[in-house]
């Protein structure tokens, strides 16, 4: 499922989901191109499947070359609510993509995932 909706205090926001996991990441709209974004990523284990969700932000320079960021784990059970932390991602050559990636794991193997992408937007 593509997401790209407009939030309070012009956020956005890029998600996913596949059966048992979701995944966003929420980020500030700017002035020009960034090379560092402000970002919130947020996961959720929707399903009591004995799996766990995971996912993390992901960034793209002019050139498409992919930064990957940390996963980000729900390890607490199903349909315990959304894990949120606020981060950042940096790239000295610019950040012109933001996505995210969602999966929903059995210990450190991949079960299903999904990927998601938005440009970034600029007032």
């Avoid at 939030?7 to 002035?31: D, T």
């Amino acid at each position: 499922m593509n997401t790209v909706v407009a939030a309070p205090n012009y956020w956005w926001e890029v998600a996913c989901n596949v059966s048992g996991a979701g995944g966003y990441v929420h980020y500030e709209k700017f002035s020009g191109a960034p090379t560092r974004v402000d970002l919130r990523v947020g996961v959720h284990d929707s399903a009591a499947d004995g799996h766990h969700a995971r996912a993390r932000v992901m960034t793209k320079n002019a050139s498409g070359d992919i930064s990957y960021y940390p996963w980000r784990k729900d390890l607490d059970g199903a349909n315990n609510g959304w894990i949120a932390a606020d981060t950042y991602a940096s790239n000295s050559s610019g950040i012109k993509d933001v996505g995210v990636q969602v999966g929903k794991y059995e210990g450190d193997e991949p079960l299903a995932l999904c990927t998601d992408w938005t440009e970034i937007h600029y007032s």
